[in-house]
């Protein structure tokens, strides 16, 4: 399970970054960050959350993720077939981010950050100094 979503979390940063170089599950170290995440969790003021969206019944706890002041990455990919549905969770997730004063944005066409009041999402690419 955890190296089914090391996976996928892998393939969401190549998205979003670029990459187009594959590593093998061979090729990842287990990390056991049991001991800080109790640490973590309790100094943080805002969590991202991710959310695989499936249809209307995940937008509810999105909601509800963002009302708490939390960051939300969703996984709309298994959204793509049905255009009514996604339209209609778009349209849902835009007037959410409205209605809070925070922001939403697409990353490619699989995923969808909602953030919370306050906090913006800037569409300008972090690029390296050319010489």
Same mark, same amino acid.
């Given at each position: ?15 979003? *970054? $670029?990459?187009? %170089?594959?590593?093998? /599950? @061979? =090729?990842? &170290?287990? #990390?056991? *960050? $049991?001991?800080? %995440?109790?640490?973590? /969790? @309790? =100094?943080? &003021?805002? #969590? ?9 019944? @995940?937008?509810? &706890? ?55 009041t306050g906090i913006r999402v800037d569409r300008n690419k972090i690029r390296g100094i050319k010489k």
């Amino acid at each position: 399970m955890v190296e089914y979503e090391m996976v996928k979390f892998m393939g969401f940063m190549d998205k979003l *970054l $670029g990459k187009s %170089e594959r590593l093998s /599950v @061979e =090729e990842y &170290e287990e #990390l056991d *960050l $049991g001991e800080y %995440e109790s640490e973590i /969790v @309790e =100094e943080a &003021e805002t #969590l991202i959350k991710v959310a695989e969206v499936t249809g209307l019944n @995940e937008v509810p &706890e999105i909601r509800r993720q963002i009302y708490e002041g939390n960051i939300v990455i969703a996984d709309i990919a298994f959204l793509r077939h049905d255009k009514l549905t996604l339209d209609r969770i778009l349209k849902d997730l835009r007037q959410l981010a409205e209605d809070v004063n925070g922001d939403i944005v697409g990353l490619g066409e699989d995923y969808v950050v909602v953030t919370p009041t306050g906090i913006r999402v800037d569409r300008n690419k972090i690029r390296g100094i050319k010489k």
